[in-house]
């Protein structure tokens, strides 16, 4: 393992990547610490007098947003809900797409038919009304968002990790394990799933972005996490059609997304290069 | 790959055993007994291997030999019920390593006698090997699966099986990866796992196929050496009559899924009795002729779908008669210890 973090450490931009989490993890803990204000209190000169949202500077860091509000301390408080939405939901849509695929590859037959047809079928089905459907049937909160999330966006992930792991069941080292003995358990832990690992990874890190956008959309839809409680899509999406007017309000949230994003981005091409064992030992 | 050393040589290294089954008293430690082995294919069930027997005992050596497509590998990977079924199913026979049937294991009992009671290796060194583990790992894991040892335990265990198979600078090397390791060395670490257990019989198909040639002349060396220390079988499935000249004390010959002669190594080289055999050792080229032309076998394998009630091999037959596009041979001993499938032998 201390091998492992000393190559990563060689890689300047990964630790610049692991930087930005680390402060956006920091920032969303600390929140009630670090916010200068509420981030649902509406300030009565949040606004300037013609009823424009104020531009950044001054009182308020990074300006205030259409209801007056301090659009610093929403992001701050925005960063649990994104976080935990790109994180959980995008991990818990690369588990259980795995899980479907690597099943569905490795024992094939009957059941892994069965799972890949339902993967199509929802991949056929549009993923917004599935996610509406769903957001209407539970009464909408932040995990409820993200499990939603997660059931709409395995079937990708399931689909590539089908289609590798066929290919990786069938490698000559998985018939020579067999020939030693190893079981089907076995096989899948230590000859199948360390392959799969850089397609999860790229898969992990590019469904964050997108992620916290779906959560947006939802929000959007009035189906999302629900208002006052900030988010970084729903900043954005609540403020777009002022985005001649009060550029800030779309530019920061983007930025956090954006950042988040390529964090997680480099982070994870830094593991890919970190976990291939023919980077080893050179 | 052609073998070329003279045909003189070969017939004086297969003289260093004179084996006959008869005069061995025990029970066999392999008896594949009328295996046959058949495909579902899109156009129905077509049969790939038919009614093989053969026996294997204990410490010899048994060479498996055919042409590509002959049957010889899905014999092997049926002894080891490594056969994907379905496609592939197992229409009769039995398979008798140590007394027990193998066709009549559970799957969990199976299990443990891969990789501890018989040993397999492949054809493809360069692919054998998981990729992103460590070499002394991946012998480790054996270990841990058939004799529970773990740690420095299955470490030291993994380095003296690697000192014993010739690799040099173990301790370096037990901690590499498979990329780092040429081809000969990657087959060594193979025969290291197959071997790591001690098993009683080793299969090794086609084992030498994708090394060059001084690679092969050791890892065949190194074979001959394990199977003298360890007091194992070699069931060796090639389609290189001189290794089997070298190596083997005993020869299955197989013809489109069926075994056309059965003998043992030194009566099977000096007077062949099934065309196929003579036909493959007229096909060797010699050192020795200058000039002369390769021999070939006129026409092809008939595909399984296409095989009639004769015998398969008649449409590229030179002694062919008309019995045998009728009547099927059957594997009769034609001298002691030399069993051959054919009509009308040659002399």
């Known amino acids: 393992m201390s091998a492992a973090w000393k190559r990563f450490r060689r890689d300047r931009l990964a630790l610049v990547g692991l930087a930005v989490i680390l402060v956006m993890v920091g920032a969303a803990v600390l929140a009630p610490v670090i916010a200068p204000y509420d981030p649902s209190e509406q300030f009565f000169d949040g606004l300037t007098l013609e009823g424009a949202p104020n531009p950044p500077g001054g009182k308020f860091l990074l300006g205030t947003d259409l209801l007056g509000r301090d659009l610093f301390s929403r992001l701050l408080y925005g960063a649990r809900t994104s976080l935990i939405i790109g994180v959980v939901a995008n991990g818990a849509a690369v588990i259980l797409g795995t899980l479907l695929g690597v099943v569905a590859g490795y024992v094939q037959g009957w059941l892994g038919a069965a799972i890949m047809r339902f993967t199509d079928l929802m991949m056929a089905f549009p993923a917004l009304l599935l996610a509406i459907a769903l957001a209407a049937i539970f009464t909408p909160s932040l995990w409820i968002v993200a499990m939603v999330i997660a059931l709409v966006n395995w079937v990708q992930i399931a689909r590539v990790v089908y289609t590798e792991t066929t290919g990786l069941a069938a490698r000559e080292y998985i018939e020579a394990a067999r020939a030693l003995g190893a079981g089907s358990g076995r096989i899948l832990a230590l000859h199948i799933l360390p392959h799969l690992v850089p397609t999860i990874l790229v898969y992990a890190t590019l469904g964050i972005a997108t992620t916290v956008l779906l959560e947006a959309t939802l929000s959007f839809l009035g189906i999302g996490v629900r208002p006052p409680t900030p988010s970084w899509g729903g900043i954005i999406f609540e403020s777009q059609s002022y985005f001649l007017s009060a550029p800030w309000l779309v530019f920061f949230p983007g930025l956090a997304i954006m950042l988040l994003a390529l964090a997680f981005n480099l982070v994870g091409d830094a593991l890919r290069d970190v976990l291939d064992p023919t980077q080893r030992g050179r | ?347």
Not at chain 2, 24 to 38: F, K
Not at chain 2, 117 to 141: V, W
Not at chain 2, 251 to 266: D, L, N, Q
């Open chain 2, 1 to 347: 790959m052609p073998d070329a050393r003279p045909a003189s040589l070969m017939l004086r290294q297969a003289q260093h055993e004179d084996y006959d089954p008869h005069m061995s008293a025990e029970q066999p430690l392999l008896q594949v007994e009328d295996l046959s082995v058949g495909f579902a294919t899109e156009e129905g069930r077509i049969t790939v291997v038919e009614d093989v027997s053969f026996t294997v005992a204990a410490g010899r050596t048994v060479g498996l030999v055919g042409e590509s497509g002959c049957g010889k590998s899905v014999t092997a990977m049926s002894i080891m019920r490594l056969q994907p079924s379905p496609p592939s199913h197992i229409d009769g026979g039995r398979i008798l390593f140590e007394g027990t049937d193998l066709l009549a294991l559970p799957e969990s009992a199976m299990r443990g006698v891969r990789g501890d009671r018989i040993g397999m290796i492949f054809q493809e060194p360069m692919t054998s090997l998981n990729p992103t583990l460590s070499i002394g790992f991946q012998i480790g894991e054996v270990l841990r699966l058939h004799r529970g040892m773990t740690g420095a335990a299955a470490r030291e265990k993994s380095i003296e099986i690697l000192r014993l198979v010739g690799v040099g600078a173990v301790e370096r090397r037990v901690d590499q990866y498979p990329h780092q390791l040429s081809g000969g060395l990657r087959q060594r670490v193979m025969i290291a796992m197959a071997l790591v257990c001690n098993p009683r019989l080793l299969i090794a198909d086609e084992p030498t196929t994708a090394l060059d040639v001084t690679i092969q002349a050791q890892i065949l060396e190194l074979l001959r050496r394990l199977q003298r220390e360890l007091g194992m079988a070699i069931l060796l499935i090639t389609h290189d009559l001189g290794i089997v000249a070298e190596f083997c004390d005993e020869v299955v010959v197989m013809y489109a899924g069926r075994v056309v002669e059965r003998s043992g190594v030194r009566p099977l080289f000096a007077s062949p009795r099934h065309p196929y055999t003579a036909g493959l050792l007229a096909a060797m080229p010699r050192l020795t002729k200058r000039g002369g032309r390769l021999v070939t076998i006129p026409g092809m394998v008939p595909p399984p779908a296409a095989r009639g009630a004769g015998c398969s091999f008649a449409d590229r037959c030179p002694r062919v008669l008309p019995r045998c596009r009728a009547e099927r041979p059957p594997l009769v001993p034609h001298a002691p210890g030399h069993d051959a499938a054919c009509w009308n032998p040659p002399p």
